[in-house]
Nanobody
Framework: QVQLVESGGGLVQAGGSLRLSCAAT????????MGWFRQAPGKERELAAA????????WYPDSLKGRFTISRDNAKNTVYLQMNSLRTEDTAVYYC??????????????WGQGTQVTVSS
């Protein structure tokens, strides 16, 4: 069973950038579609980005297109989320998740513990 560990969260000023990493152990990441979710205080968890097993396909909600970029390095068993032009409303706990289906949208089976991202004004 794959285990996921996120890193790279922290405090950043509005307009800044952060890159989150998600390292996988106990499984081969290339077998999974991967997603980054986020949950802000008092809000439901939402999918921020997703990427196919090969990296050929990605998905973003319209609200994040152009600012967030998901990528993966299967040789390193790692997935990344590059976040640029950060806004205070991007403040949330960010979770990495894996899905053993090729379709990017749907139920994700494996989850990391989350990493806090705080954007200050």
């Amino acid at each position: 069973q794959v285990q996921l560990v996120e890193s790279g969260g922290g405090l950043v000023q509005a307009g800044g950038s952060l890159r989150l990493s998600c390292a996988a152990t106990g499984g081969t990441l290339s077998m999974y579609s991967m997603g980054w979710f986020r949950q802000a205080p008092g809000k439901e968890r939402e999918l921020a980005a997703a990427i196919s097993w090969s990296g050929a396909s990605t998905w973003y909600p319209d609200s994040l297109k152009g600012r967030f970029t998901i990528s993966r390095d299967n040789a390193k068993n790692t997935v990344y989320l590059q976040m640029n032009s950060l806004r205070t409303e991007d403040t949330a706990v960010y979770y990495c998740a894996a899905r053993n289906r090729p379709v990017l949208l749907g139920v994700y089976n494996y989850w990391g513990q989350g990493t806090q991202v705080t954007v200050s004004s």
